[in-house]
């Protein structure tokens, strides 16, 4: 279980390192986007320290951070980012967000050791 714990906290300092060098490369600002991007991190680590997120749960939710980098990266690639794209990135977060809760609220927890 120690493993899983750290394997996740990997997980998400290095989606927080790429996220950071991404931003350095003089993108454009997304700050809402980008404090969303941390407050979520925070509360899938919370879950996972709390036993209320699964190993399994805990894979797809960072899979799902991953993907919402993946898109902000590819709206800052061309040097602005568009209503639409933040309108896009905000619902991305906004579904993530939800995934988040119900997957903390399910039935299912963590084995403890």
């Known amino acids: 279980m120690l493993n899983l714990k750290s394997l996740a906290i990997g997980a998400t300092m290095t989606l927080a390192c790429i996220s950071a060098f991404a931003q350095a490369a003089s993108a454009p600002a997304t700050p809402r986007v980008d404090k969303r991007e941390v407050n979520q991190d925070k509360r899938i680590q919370q879950g996972v320290g709390?036993?209320?997120l699964t190993a399994k749960e805990?894979?797809?939710l960072e899979k799902e951070q991953a993907a919402i980098n993946k898109a902000e990266s590819k709206a800052k690639s061309d040097g602005t980012v568009t209503k639409q794209e933040r309108r896009r990135l905000h619902k991305m977060q906004d579904q993530a967000s939800k995934?988040?809760?119900k997957q903390k609220h399910d039935a299912q927890t963590a084995a403890k050791p």
């Open 50 to 52: 709390s036993g209320q």
């Open 99 to 101: 995934d988040i809760y």
């Open 58 to 60: 805990t894979y797809r």
